[in-house]
């Protein structure tokens, strides 16, 4: 076992390795976004009253962000694929989306099961089997399965046509068009649905990274320009979430646009800090968090803070985002790094080297 200082612990500097730092601007965002949701629709499924006005701004802000993560997902597929090779990339993808899927859905049903008391999700040994069939109805996991999926389906449409990009596009539009006709099944319908931006990633990729394109998004004339169209988009998917998906897919791109230029402009002035930790560990965060709001809100909202909704939103988010890293960390101190990384690794290969983007 590792000794660790409670000071390296503690840390919440970003990290300083060569990444591009609007990317994790962006994921941190999100992640925000996610726990923010979370966090919301347990303390309304505790009895708690939640204000309208706070499950408005939830909803007003789902259009985009998990359509986000695929982007960023999508933008970087032809790079991995340069990098590791066919086989490594996707044994990579086994190792870090489907294997920690599969553990920790397993884990968290379990634990609903054993504390049915005290947790809002009421679980029986059936919903094992939504692991891979059910996945929406196991609260925030669905999302590295579909991403897991949506990878694999993209590698094996890549390696049928040669890597020929407007087959892509074809199956992503079709994929689009019958996904109201798999919605009853949540592991086709979330295929189906986000294929198209983990699609519109790949296609965009060169684009985002060349320098000349990053000056245009680091502008902020260019951010506030976007604002109003980033408003309305919103507006309007709060009013009319029961959309046309074609419909639905632009707004979530305006949304993903802006909060890429929004992540450039942090990137770019090294503003607010902790929201690339954040990115960093989104993936961590993602895992952990829902459990640990379980814990602590069912003793906070035993307390006076019941009747502060905003005091007690804030806090759950800030316990959540935080206490998951601090666990991550501690996890992986005791060499517990099983329980988020699978442990396959793939036959030995000569990938085509890539030049790595330059961090704006």
């Not at 190792?95 to 008391?117: D, H």
């Not at 679980?123 to 939504?130: C, F, I, M, S, V």
Request: aromatic share 18%; with cysteine; proline share 5%.
């Amino acid at each position: 076992m590792q000794s660790f200082t409670f000071k390296e612990l503690f840390n919440f500097k970003p990290p300083e390795a060569n990444r591009l730092g609007w990317i994790d601007y962006a994921k941190g965002i999100a992640i925000i976004l996610v726990v923010y949701r979370h966090v919301v629709f347990g303390l309304k499924g505790s009895g708690v009253v939640v204000p309208q006005w706070l499950i408005d701004g939830n909803n007003m802000f789902y259009s985009f962000r998990m359509p986000l993560f695929f982007f960023l997902s999508g933008l970087f597929f032809e790079r991995s694929i340069a990098r590791k090779g066919e086989n490594g990339f996707f044994i990579t993808r086994v190792n870090t989306l489907l294997y920690p899927y599969l553990l920790w859905a397993f884990i968290q049903i379990s634990l609903q099961i054993l504390f049915s008391s005290v947790v809002n999700a009421h679980r029986t040994g059936a919903d094992y089997l939504n692991i891979l069939i059910q996945p929406r109805h196991l609260d925030q996991l669905w999302y590295l399965f579909a991403l897991f999926n949506v990878t694999l389906l993209y590698l094996l449409v890549a390696k049928l046509f040669r890597y020929d990009k407007f087959a892509q596009v074809l199956v992503s539009l079709a994929l689009l068009a019958i996904a109201p006709l798999v919605n009853s099944i949540s592991t086709l319908y979330d295929i189906a649905l986000h294929y198209i931006f983990f699609c519109i990633g790949n296609l965009t990729a060169s684009y985002f990274f060349s320098e000349k394109t990053q000056d245009k998004l680091s502008s902020a004339y260019g951010l506030l320009i976007l604002l109003p169209v980033f408003a309305v988009c919103q507006y309007y998917f709060l009013h009319n979430q029961q959309m046309n998906l074609f419909l639905y897919t632009g707004i979530a791109l305006v949304g993903s646009l802006f909060t890429i230029m929004l992540s450039f402009q942090l990137a770019k002035y090294k503003a607010m800090p902790i929201l690339k930790t954040f990115g960093h560990y989104s993936l961590y965060i993602y895992l952990l968090h829902v459990p640990i709001v379980s814990v602590i809100r069912y003793f906070m909202i035993a307390t006076p803070l019941r009747q502060h909704i905003v005091i007690t939103l804030l806090l759950l988010i800030f316990i959540a985002i935080f206490f998951s890293i601090i666990v991550y960390r501690l996890c992986m101190r005791f060499r517990l790094g099983f329980l988020f990384t699978g442990p396959f690794t793939a036959p030995p290969s000569n990938p085509q080297t890539v030049a790595t983007p330059k961090t704006p």
